[in-house]
């Protein structure tokens, strides 16, 4: 075990320094950001002076060892447009984007583990085939689209919820988050129901997947010769390993939220980081891009290593090498 | 398929006969999901073949538009008119035009990137599974690296770095699709080589390009067929997507998604229809796209049965 969580630690650190090298190189072809520092009419010696201050004017070996060794002291630069260190802004709006993820995760599994449980235990009854053709509905709309669609009737035309902002925000655990009132939690409603649709379709279909091959099992037809009950044998020895696999999506689900964060963040106007992104790649504000994309991979790669650590302590049948 | 026997009077069965006879097209004849699935996209691949011979407009041609058409609502709507059945855009844009013309482009780049994201995917799978050793393990890493990475992220990276343009779209679109397909084929291409034809190939000093190209690659494609078809429909999602952030498709060449952000301005006035049925569309699409690929899984994937 100790062996293992060294060998993925390492992994970790060269993924980040996989990272680190694509978005060191697809930034160095993105044009040349000197033309966002100096004015429109400036002349050629205030632009190589420019270039020198951005350190453009040296060879790329040496632009990547002082890109890589400022991102290390956790220095990303300042963005262009706010004129602030790129990794405040981020985690400024942290927060508002985690808030919006996590509870569109708790929806998801709400919704879709009751209803993947029982499609799984019933395959072949009505309910199971419109729970499965409801999730392909889910899998195939746009999920962007459906924001706007909830837009339109819950926010324009019915007047139950707030179409975008963010609400009012309170001070918790030194985040400003705004769950904690209820007119705040109004706002996050729409963009979770929007952000969860996607991850519940899909998480609904593993579950059920999952459910119809642990029902075939041995130790399922026993529990049934036992006697034990309908739900004892369903909750108790079917869902509990039906739900093994799913931690091993947790990354993957939380990589596609954040990733549909920054559509739903656009469409609802949400301060999260999604929309700083959308907003930054407009305007041309490198050293943001660059924090987003390293921070995000960090995130990722931190995730899933505690996800492969936690499967390899849940599941004794999975044995390490 | 063996040679009928000399004796037999029986008439040889065509490609066609033996295809209608065959298990595959029975059971899909009995499901209904499939035969939903397969009109659904029939009907699109009419829609963007025929479609612009039979609609009123071409929406692209200004001297078509009419600024006193303007916002007009659905046909069966107050204001509406039968000209417009599905109403018009802030231009005098027909709405049903602009979807049939948008979904032309929608499917074009998503079976362009589909069979893109397949050649390149396939030839460095095979090369991978085929050869190992450092190749394939070079191989295999990036794809680890990209796969935890979502697609629509990747995608909307590159566009940024990139800018827009139809040729960049498809450039992105490949190069988050080449992952599943070179995971697949290596894996069938591992446990092919270690099958006896492949060593007789070898024994018989075939060249490897000539034994993968001939033994190998014909058996690793069947599962393919299902990957590419779902595919197509993930991309279609993709590009909407990326073209809704405005990092897609040019305005001159808009895609069902861009006609979704060209709509989103005017959703707050109350003008919805100029958004919502774009995206119905690509619902309907994707939704066709993926009864067909549930179909064909289970299908030919023996291991479900």
Redesign the interface.
Known sequence: MFGYTIKRLIQMVV?LW??SVLVFV??S??GDPTFMMVPLDATDEQIAQARRILGLDESHLVQYWRFLSNIVQGDFGRSFVFRQPAMTLILERLPATLEIVFLAMVMALLVAIPLGVYAGANPKKPASRAVM?GS??G????G??LG??L??VVA?KLQWLP?SGRGPTTEWLGMRVSFTSWEGFRHLILPAITLSVGTLAILMRIIRAEMVEVMKQDYIKFARAKGATAKVILFKHGLKNALIPLVTVF??ML??L???A??TE??FAWPGIGKL??DS??RGDRPV?VVY?MF??LM??VV?FIVDVCYALIDPRIKIK | MAAPHPLSSAPVPSRLQRFFASEFFHNYRRNLSAVLGSLIVLGFLFMVTIGPFLVSQNPYDVAQLDLMAAFKPPAWLAGGSSEFWLGTDGQGRDVLASIVYGSRISLIIGLVAMGGACLLGTTLGLIAGFYGGRLDAIIMRIADIQLSFPSVLTALFLMSAFGTGLDKVLIALISVGWVVYARTVRGSTLRETQKEYVQAARVSGLPNRKIILRHVLPNVLTPLIVVATIQVGTFVLIEASLSFLGVGVPVTQPSLGLLIKNGFDVLFSGLWWVSIFPGLFIMLLVFGINLLGDFLRDELNPRLK
């Open positions: 993924v996989a990272v697809m930034m072809f993105t053709a392909l509905v899998i195939s709309l746009p962007f689209w706007m669609v837009i339109f324009v179409s990354g993957l990589g596609d954040i990733a549909f920054t559509l656009t469409i992104l959308v790649i407009y891009i994309l995000v991979a990722f790669v899933n």
